[in-house]
């Protein structure tokens, strides 16, 4: 059992800036790969970025390559994604998730979704 709290959501001006974070407790392990996704109103949730605890490569969403960055914090147990260049399109629910399975679908746990509010 994996549980995940999500942080720093907010209300920001097209062009600035938001920090998530992810705190994961309970069985986490350092093969699982933990994931970032958000859903916007009345579309499916999409995937945004993912890594794992261990390291290794990256991935991104096309549309957040260059300005999203996904990290991780090992001692903290902690996932974040730093979000520069804000675009009104990025206004979205943002889900933190962790799993053992693919990049887009490998996921068993989830957070509770923090809004992020982006104006023009």
């Known amino acids: 059992q994996v549980q995940l709290v999500e942080s720093g959501g907010g209300l920001v001006q097209a062009g600035g800036s938001l920090r998530l974070s992810c705190a994961a407790s309970?069985?986490?392990?350092?093969?699982?790969?933990m994931g970032w996704f958000r859903q916007a109103p009345g579309k499916e949730r999409e995937f945004v970025a993912a890594?794992?605890?261990?390291?290794?490569?990256?991935l991104y969403a096309d549309s957040v390559k260059g300005r999203f960055t996904i990290s991780r914090d090992n001692a903290k147990n902690t996932v974040y994604l730093q979000m520069n260049s804000l675009k009104p399109e990025d206004t979205a629910v943002y889900y933190c998730?962790?799993?053992?399975?693919?990049?887009?679908?490998?996921?068993?746990?989830w957070g509770q979704g923090t809004q992020v509010t982006v104006s023009s």
């Open positions: 998730a962790a799993g053992r399975g693919s990049y887009s679908t490998g996921y068993d746990y």
């Open positions: 890594t794992r605890w261990s390291g290794g490569s990256t």
């Open positions: 309970g069985r986490t392990s350092s093969s699982y790969r």
